[in-house]
């Protein structure tokens, strides 16, 4: 219930392999108790980066599934940089796996499960 | 590898290969043809081996590979290189060079290095203006940005201002080539700069330092702690001229690689409140160009933002993750990776730089969070005065809500903001000798033509003026003015030699549609001598143009005339 144990297959951290500094990082549910500055109850906190800017926000879990809802990111660019997870818009966990959905659905790409 | 080495072409280890995005992308120029056939090879080395950082063109017209040290003697690197060497050998004549380096880009991603090698084609025009592109090179890290704002220091020096997540302290800038930016190109792999001559260098450098986690109430929201600005101290010795307008990005400027060559003015600073909510404020930025929006937040939007849409406080997510706090406002304005930093106005005032943006997705529109400027002025070290426009007041006292020695006889912002237009045409006639000009400095020198002033619009707003030809329904003439601080737009409209004066004798009527209202005038054109007379009020003039028009003027063309229309403002 607290911070040790994932209540959801999609908590925690998970890293690209590149970037190697991309990752995303879905963190506590808000409940009545303990709320979440901008988030609902039943949202999470996703914090993140693409290697070039950040990929921030909200999440709302959903089974072993999570819709992302973005907050603002800087607006750089950086030249040699996949900046792919910039589009994430949904994710599924399958084991240390995390497969990454863009808007219109499609995977873009896979992140692991940090050792933690 | 601090720095780009000029003539080495980096190609980016590409996610893509590992991922199965179907093909290897290649971060190179669009020019120089051998590297299309280096893109083959290159692509079928990356897909061969993970332990190939790069491949590109070297010094002295050698290929070069970069390999991951520790794995540099494995098979499978061997097998990578073959057709890289092959290629090098009969395109060069010379051995494919193999560098080692620490990793490969994938676990140092940062590389934006690669498209100065185009640098020998292109120098930088001298003049910079607010919204143009610049390259930030700090340590290995590197990346694009915008001007925010032409400043000086409290001693004269020029500087520029931009947002402080763009660089730390020391990173080095040069002025990207604005044919090769997004906003034309519509990608990053265009991108060139000049990196013969250094712009400046990051002298101040703030984003944040308070994260979103360190915000539990409103009593923990701080300015001071909440920012997101840069100061540029622009190289003496550069010779860079830097002008206080923002650039528009029109094809023609870009075109020219010259952005000042089409600008909008810059009179002063504006410090966004409550009362400006639902106006419109426009970006300009080296990746979406000159965009707007109204300043405001769609509901679903809402809970982003702290303590108010204006004068609020949000989160923007930086490269490592963290959410820091940045005090500003929020507008519907759309805006692209590579606007960072980049200048956002509020009709000739400025408002701030480009801090976050989020994109437009299904019904939500896209939304911009700016740094305020008002505020963020306050918190650098020194006193920094944002360059204006050419005959505009540049004191800092611009940055009051109201300037006291402005004669128009127009309220204050705060009195009372609903006050019905007026339209003033003067004079309502006009000899034919005195309606036309050479050119728009013979009608500004000699009060030339017919001015239309409209005062008590929306500050910022855009009025249009139509001028129709007696007994016609089609305007002999259309432009558009943005009303300035005081809500005064003024335009003069004359009449080109190209036709005989009296060509133009005749009545016309004049019509301005403001955002809420329509007012009528007129006047005649009628047969006579220059008397050199006087246009009755004399308003003061600048040099804030936009035109003139080309001809079109429907109902003149077919005396053989052509009417011409410049935008003029009041001097602040």
Redesign the interface.
């Known amino acids: 219930m607290t911070n040790s144990a994932h209540q959801h297959p999609v908590q925690g951290r998970w890293v690209?392999?590149?970037?190697?500094?991309a990752?995303l990082?879905f963190g506590r549910i808000a409940t009545e108790e303990q709320g979440i500055?901008?988030?609902?109850v039943g949202e999470g906190i996703l914090?993140?980066?693409d290697?070039?800017?950040?990929?921030?926000?909200w999440y709302t879990p959903d089974g072993d599934t999570a819709t992302i809802r973005?907050?603002?990111?800087?607006?750089?660019?950086?030249?040699?940089?996949?900046?792919?997870l910039?589009s994430t818009?949904s994710v599924r966990a399958d084991g240390d796996v995390l497969h990454v959905f863009n808007?219109a659905g499609e995977e873009?790409?896979?992140l692991r499960r940090a050792d933690e | 590898m601090a720095h780009p080495t000029t003539g080495k072409r980096?190609v980016?280890?590409?996610?893509?290969v590992?991922?199965g995005?179907g093909g290897a992308?290649i971060?190179g120029p669009a020019s120089a043809e051998p590297t299309t056939d280096l893109k083959a090879v290159a692509a079928e080395a990356f897909t061969t081996s993970d332990n190939i950082a790069a491949i590109g063109h070297g010094e002295d017209g050698t290929i070069v590979a970069q390999v991951v040290a520790e794995e540099k003697d494995s098979a499978d690197v061997e097998t990578a290189l073959e057709p890289v060497s092959a290629f090098a050998e009969e395109t060069t004549g010379e051995e494919l060079v193999v560098q080692e380096v620490a990793s490969n880009?994938?676990?140092?991603?940062?590389?934006?290095?690669?498209?100065a090698a185009d640098a020998e084609d292109y120098e930088a025009h001298d003049d910079v203006v607010a919204g143009a592109g610049y390259v930030v090179f700090n340590g290995d890290q590197?990346?694009?940005?915008s001007i925010g704002f032409p400043a000086t220091d409290a001693d004269g020096n020029d500087a520029i201002i931009t947002?402080g997540?763009?660089s730390d302290v020391g990173g080095e800038v040069y002025v990207e080539r604005p044919s090769t930016a997004?906003a034309f190109t519509d990608t990053?792999?265009t991108?060139e700069w000049d990196e013969t001559r250094k712009l400046g260098t990051f002298t101040h450098s703030q984003y944040g330092p308070d994260v979103?986690e360190d915000?539990?109430n409103e009593s923990d929201l701080d300015p001071k702690t909440m920012q997101d600005f840069a100061v540029i101290t622009v190289d003496e010795s550069s010779g860079f001229n830097l002008i206080g307008e923002a650039a528009t990005w029109s094809e023609e400027s870009g075109g020219e690689d010259n952005l000042a060559a089409d600008t909008t003015p810059i009179t002063g600073v504006h410090d966004v409140t409550t009362d400006d909510i639902g106006k419109e404020v426009f970006h300009s930025g080296r990746?979406t160009g000159k965009t707007s929006g109204n300043i405001g937040l769609d509901e679903a939007y809402s809970?982003?933002v702290?303590g108010g849409i204006v004068d609020g406080y949000?989160?923007?997510?930086?490269?490592?993750?963290?959410?820091y706090m940045?005090y500003g406002f929020a507008s519907e304005t759309p805006?692209?990776?590579?606007?960072?930093g980049g200048t956002v106005m509020l009709g000739d005032k400025a408002v701030g730089v480009?801090?976050?943006?989020?994109?437009a997705?299904g019904d939500l529109p896209a939304?911009l969070?700016t740094a305020e400027l008002a505020e963020g002025l306050t918190h650098l070290p020194g006193d920094y005065e944002i360059k204006t426009s050419e005959g505009s007041d540049p004191s800092p006292t611009a940055t009051e809500t109201a300037d006291p020695t402005t004669p128009a006889p127009t309220p204050t912002e705060t009195e009372d903001p609903v006050v019905d237009a007026e339209l003033a045409v003067d004079p309502q006639e006009i000899t034919a000798e005195r309606f036309v000009a050479a050119d728009e400095e013979q009608a500004d020198a000699e009060d030339r033509g017919v001015t239309y002033t409209v005062e008590g619009a929306e500050p910022g707003s855009e009025v249009v003026f139509d001028t129709f030809a007696a007994g016609d329904d089609e305007a002999s003439k259309s432009i558009t003015v943005a009303a300035d601080e005081d809500g005064v737009a003024s335009s003069r409209i004359w009449g080109l030699t190209s036709a005989d004066a009296e060509a133009y004798i005749g009545d016309y009527d004049v019509v301005a549609t403001t955002e809420d209202e329509t007012l009528e005038g007129s006047f005649s054109v009628v047969a006579g001598e220059d008397d050199g007379g006087e246009g009755g009020e004399d308003l003061p003039r600048t040099g804030s143009t936009v035109g003139p028009l080309a001809a079109g003027a429907a109902g003149l063309v077919a005396l053989g005339g052509a009417l011409v229309y410049v935008a003029r403002r009041r001097q602040a």
């Not at chain 2, 980016?12 to 893509?16: D, E, F, I, R, Y």
């Not at chain 2, 590197?142 to 940005?145: A, I």
């Not at chain 2, 480009?354 to 994109?359: E, L």
């Open positions: 690209a392999s590149n970037p190697a500094n990752f990082e500055l901008g988030g609902e914090k993140g980066t290697g070039c800017n950040g990929v921030g926000g973005r907050g603002f990111s800087t607006l750089k660019a950086c030249i040699g940089v996949d900046t792919w910039a818009s808007r873009i790409g896979t | 980096f980016a280890l590409s996610a893509a590992a991922l995005f992308l971060a880009y994938s676990s140092d991603p940062v590389s934006a290095a690669g498209n590197g990346g694009h940005c947002a997540h763009c997004n990053y792999e991108a979103f915000v539990n990746t809970d982003m702290i949000a989160p923007v997510a930086d490269d490592a993750g963290n959410d940045v805006v692209g990776g590579g606007d960072s480009v801090s976050g943006g989020i994109d997705e939304l969070w």
